[in-house]
């Protein structure tokens, strides 16, 4: 079933604005991922923030976790037009012998140069 | 510099035939993944592999199949193409560390079959 569902779906904004995505899951989690996909090809790994963990930071970004809420934030400071992308949450789950990673549909982000 | 490679970029099938996907990761990974991406739908777990010639359901496993022989190498098999397995598909590979926690996946860069 998916797991991480991102909102918005779209985001439209001026390069140089901060662009700020959500992600919301629904179990318990180890860590919870963040991922980028350029149009049509393959995503590539952007962040990792573990289940004890609150903010962390790489970067122009910036993600959050509040486990108690379920749900993480991706914050792209100083956006580029070179972020247009589409970004991706994932999460793997908790429980004992779990080694599936679980994706939400994504948010769209596009930079306006 | 870390490898997952794809056999196919492009592949074009008929109805009814047998597909086979191949990837291959070089990094000596524990668990693979296949997913396939459609518009509106984001990524689905197809089948992942945490071990040789272990294999796991994801969400949508119908119509699919498996192979892992070797730990570099993970197959997908569609056994009869059907026009609704058009689709990007995706292959991943990830490290396993203790208390199996993952670390981040590694994509291929995609695979779009159309079944016509």
């Known amino acids: 079933s998916q797991q991480g569902e991102e909102d918005p779906q779209a985001l439209s904004i001026q390069e140089g604005e901060n662009a700020t995505m959500n992600c919301s899951y629904k179990t318990s989690i180890n860590n919870l991922q963040w991922y980028r996909q350029n149009s049509g090809r393959g995503l590539v790994h952007l962040i990792l923030i573990r289940s004890n963990e609150r903010e962390k930071h790489s970067g122009r970004l910036r993600v959050t976790l509040d486990t108690s809420k379920k749900s993480s934030s991706l914050l792209i400071t100083a956006s580029r037009a070179a972020d247009t992308a589409s970004y991706f949450c994932a999460t793997k789950d908790s429980g004992a012998g779990s080694y599936q990673l679980t994706f939400g549909k994504g948010t769209k982000l596009s930079v306006i140069p | 510099d870390v490898k997952v490679t794809q056999s196919s970029r492009y592949l074009v099938k008929r109805t009814g035939e047998k597909v086979f996907l191949e990837c291959v990761q070089d990094?000596?990974?524990?668990?693979m993944f296949w997913y396939r991406q459609d518009p509106g739908l984001g990524l689905r777990l197809i089948y992942f592999?945490?071990?040789?010639?272990?294999?796991e359901k994801g969400d949508i496993p119908e119509g699919y199949s498996v192979s892992r022989e070797k730990k570099e190498r993970f197959s997908l098999i569609l056994e009869s193409a059907s026009t609704n397995q058009t689709s990007m598909y995706l292959c991943a590979s990830s490290l396993i560390l203790q208390g199996a926690l993952n670390t981040e996946a590694f994509f291929g860069q995609g695979t779009r079959l159309t079944v016509v």
């Open positions: 990094m000596d990974h524990e668990n």
């Open positions: 592999s945490y071990d040789v010639k272990m294999k």
